[in-house]
């Protein structure tokens, strides 16, 4: 009776708890409990201070600080190409990670660490805001509010000893303020050299790591040390003022350094086209440089001739012998009104070779166009001598890495004065009242400068530099006169010019800090402002 009774209550107790199982797991799917409710939704003006209060952290930060802007386009262009990027992303870490792995692996005897896999996952990062910064100076300041919450799987696996572990990275949570320098802005594309990349503060770091497939996180203490030491050596590399720098280009390259001169000895034309009633022309020669916004250089006017002859010599800076061509354009100058054009020839710079001089003969041509039928008529012929002589090193321009970085005064600047350099960089928000064709002047101790006429712009760019060679330093009182002025582009007697302000600036300060970039409200304008750069540069 006792082995029966023990038999019957042992599978008594089986049959109970798989009933009571079943029993209990339908319930769970099936009842819903009565004292759970649906949230009440309610609009933001409805709630309480401490309901406020919960929820400001979530709240991006375009709606808290009107700094910031939208980035929902951004947003939307991500996810769509988050796929892309996710295998783009992936590869070049690989590429990035394989070199460093294979030269660290040797000093702790480990035989290969692989990527098993490596994933960013579906869910792509958002950003909340970003705020733009205006410095005046040649580069451009971004900062942005970063959130991830990723689904990525990254596994490492690691052989050593006829042993193999593996490492994986679930669940990574980002939230991260980082500030974007793009500079220096140059005009070559991307149009910026460098980049450099800051944290203002401290980042928000969480993920799973499994170890041989067990969560190692769940080691009491391990999750919050780790959470530590994340943060504290990535502040200590990346937080602001510290940085990432990353080199796009060769800022020499990008900034087009001359690298050589080219001399160009305009010799003689022969059989020109005639031009003029009485049967002759007034020649000149203009030459220019594809890719420079120098002025072109011109000859003299040789009157009353279809043979002229100059023999004129002109030296031209190069930056680019590949890409760049010299444009040779002959016209006839009239007294009255706008002169005519009798031909044009282009010469690539990638034909003459370096320090070896060239005699060349140029048929003049109506235009650059092989399928032109009037290029067939002869309109004369042009001899040139070109020479292109390159820099060697030590002839090379220095090049400057901190733009801020004010440079010597020539020589002959004298000892107790020096060199005050003036660049016009730009105006905004000009308004004239019957044109707006503005061009700066500037005043100082009775010399004037000016820079070139920008045609119907409210917002010209100058980008003009000027240099006024002082015997001492300027003083407390000494002040630049800065005025705008507009000329109307027609002719006619009514409003020819009109002033679009002004503004005194002081240049006791100069001196002392050597370097000042500002922008200064005009005078005599409603929302007028112009930049100057001021430089006090000595011997």
Known sequence: ?????????????????????????????????????????????????????RMLADIPLW????????????NKF??????????????????????????????????SVDFEVLTLGTLPPTFQGMKVYVTGEKELIMELSLKWAGNPNITVAAKAFGLKATVQVVDLQVFASPRITLKPLVPSFPCFSKIFVSLMEKPHVDFGLKLLGADAMAIPGLYGFVQELIKEQVANMYLWPKYLEVTIMDPKLAMRKPVGVLTVKVLKATKLKKKDLMGGADPYVKLKLTEDKLPSKK?????????????????????????QALEIMVYDWEKVGRHDKMGMNVVPLSVLTPDESKVMTLDILKNMDPNDAQNEKLRGQLFVELLYKPFKEDEMPEDKEDSNEVQK??????????????IVHEAEDLEGKHHTNPHVRLLFKGEERRTKQVRKNRDPR??????????????????????????????????????LGYCDINLADVVSNKRINEKHNLIDSKNGKIQIELQWRTA
């Not at 709606?63 to 951004?74: A, G």
């Not at 000859?299 to 930056?319: D, G, S, Y």
Request: net charge negative; with cysteine.
């Open 78 to 111: 991500v996810q769509i190409m988050w796929p892309y990027l996710d295998k783009a992303i992936c590869k070049t870490a690989k590429t990035i990670a394989k070199p460093i792995i294979a030269e660290q692996i040797p000093k702790y005897k480990i035989d």
């Open 299 to 323: 000859t003299t006017v040789k009157h009353k001739t279809l043979n002229p002859e100059w023999n004129e010599e002109f030296h031209m800076a190069i930056r680019d012998p590949g890409t």
């Open 1 to 53: 009776m006792g082995i029966l009774s023990s038999i019957l209550g042992f599978c008594g107790f089986g049959i109970g708890t798989s009933i009571g199982i079943v029993i209990g797991y339908y319930m769970f799917i099936y009842f819903q409990p009565t004292h759970v409710k649906d949230p009440v939704i309610r609009p933001l003006v409805e709630q309480d201070s401490k309901s406020l209060q």
């Open 462 to 499: 100058f980008n003009e530099e000027f240099n006024f060679v002082l015997e001492e330093p300027p003083k407390a009182h000494d002040r630049l006169h800065v005025e705008v002025v507009s000329t109307s582009s027609r002719m006619g007697l009514l409003h020819p010019k009109e002033n």
């Open 63 to 74: 709606v808290k600080n009107p700094d910031y802007d939208r980035l929902d386009w951004l």
């Open 409 to 422: 005064a020539p020589e002959g600047t004298p000892e107790g004065g020096g060199m005050l350099v003036v």
